[in-house]
């Protein structure tokens, strides 16, 4: 399935988690590889919906919350690297809305240049 054109995706996922260095579990690195950083949370949340767009989600599994769901592939960064992901989306439950979890680098698959 696709993940629908007016899912969520929080603002503050992108400026307050993913885009930010830490210490353990850091994207900011990896999503820099690309371009995204800081200064340009709008282009990530474009690369993000440019991905859904064009994969289909596979059903991970179901709790409390609602559906989770994987879109894998890639996003095409500001400087042109494409780098491997893996968005992590829930369905919600209470209200049936799609919104953006996650994303995770895809293991072993470093960027690369289109073509």
Known sequence: MKIPDDSIIPFEKLTGYLLVAKARNDKSKYLARAGFTHENPGALMEAIRSLTGAVEAEREKTTDY??????????????????SVITIWLERRADGKFQFITLVPTEGRGPRHPG
């Open 66 to 83: 609602g559906t989770f769901y994987l879109a894998k592939g890639d996003l095409i960064g500001v400087n042109g690297v494409r780098i």
